[in-house]
């Protein structure tokens, strides 16, 4: 049973608008959500975070939403720029962050078109 | 530059012969890992370690082995390999268990196993 659902595989969106990643989640022992980004040929790299406690997190053009009620987070690129296609990888920890434990989603492979 | 090293990059071998893949980090990291990624799967945690000579399995820990004498390496032992054992492997790295969003991911290591 698949604990941290992405539901789309892939995502096609255009040069400067938003990329709208969603992850849906069913264990309510999560508190703590990542996502990572990956490139082709290597491994995935910490893009941003979010305790349960907050609905959102900011850094740069990265924003991720929390909606405890709905179980659903959202990753938001605004706005979405080449070097943003990717692979990405929602995770969630049941141990306030801790490194072991994470459970990850599929991925979706986000690709910005020029 | 700090980084995790994981070596070989590419092994092709056949079931049942032994082998190892290494792995390094160079950041005076506590905190270290195995995950596979299969299509379709995501990524799933092999086997962790806390400190040196604390070892622990993850999610999928079936046919594997690890070992932690030193802090620096974390090696990945297949005592006899399966077919099923086709995969990517990511090794990687926390300061301390509680960082998840401090975790650096090796390169990878793409298993075949004939």
């Known amino acids: 049973d698949q604990q941290v659902k992405q539901n789309s595989p892939s995502l096609s969106v255009q040069e400067g608008r938003i990329s709208i990643l969603n992850c849906d989640y069913t264990n309510s022992m999560f508190d703590y959500f990542l996502w990572y980004k990956k490139y082709p040929a290597e491994g995935p790299t910490f893009l941003i975070s979010?305790?349960?406690?907050?609905d959102k997190n900011e850094d740069g053009r990265f924003t991720v939403f929390l909606n405890k009620s709905a179980k659903h987070l959202s990753l938001h690129i605004v706005p979405s720029q080449p070097g943003d296609s990717a692979v990405y990888f929602c995770a969630a920890s049941a141990r306030g962050g801790g490194a072991d434990g994470l459970t990850f989603g599929k991925g979706t492979h986000l690709i910005i078109q020029p | 530059e700090a980084q995790v090293t994981q070596n070989p990059r590419y092994l092709i071998t056949v079931t049942g012969k032994k082998l190892t893949v290494t792995c390094s980090q160079n950041?005076?990291?506590?905190?270290m890992s195995w995950y596979r990624q299969d299509p379709g799967l995501g990524l799933r945690q092999i086997y962790y370690s806390m400190n040196v000579e604390v070892t622990d399995k993850g999610d999928v820990p079936e046919g594997y082995k690890v070992s932690r004498k030193e802090k620096r390496n974390f090696p990945l032992i297949l005592e006899s390999p399966s077919p099923n054992q086709t995969s990517l492997y990511f090794c990687?790295?926390?300061?301390?268990?509680?960082?998840?969003?401090?975790?650096?991911f090796g390169p990878g290591t793409r298993l075949t196993v004939l």
């Open positions: 979010i305790s349960s406690i907050k």
């Open positions: 990687a790295s926390s300061l301390r268990q509680l960082g998840a969003d401090t975790q650096y």
């Open positions: 950041m005076n990291h506590e905190y």
